[in-house]
């Protein structure tokens, strides 16, 4: 990743980029160069203006897609955790049921009923 310098701060830059990569691997190490600012003070300035931290906003973009596949497809759900950038298939059932207090089969079978 090279250093990008923008007018635009640097908050929405990093939000543009994780929106359009959320199902890599993305470290905030990564983050860090992506936006040429330090870690810590990514971390802090992020979550001041939107909330989350990068971690967190990330995870909530996989979710999120992770939902629109569920409803829209019939795609097997650990093959949908690993499309939208969870390692593996308890990582994503894991953070789907602490978002949703439900698996992601609960979810569709929810969903289609």
């Known amino acids: 990743m090279t250093r990008h310098y923008h007018k635009e701060p ?16 993305i470290t905030l190490d990564a983050m860090a160069e992506f936006t040429g600012i330090s870690k810590y003070h990514l971390c802090r300035q992020f979550k001041k203006y939107t909330g989350f931290s990068p971690r967190e906003y990330l995870i909530h973009l996989r979710l999120l897609q992770a939902q629109m596949l569920l409803q829209s497809t019939e795609i097997p759900c650990y093959k949908i955790g690993i499309m939208v ?22 979810y569709r079978n929810t969903i289609k009923n």
Do not use: C, S, V, W
Not at 93 to 98: C, L, M, S, W
């Open 10 to 25: 640097f908050r929405r830059l990093l939000q543009n980029y994780l929106e359009h990569h959320f199902a890599q691997d």
């Open 85 to 106: 950038g969870f390692a593996n298939e308890a990582n994503f059932i894991q953070h789907f049921k602490k978002a949703f207090d439900m698996t992601p089969g609960e």
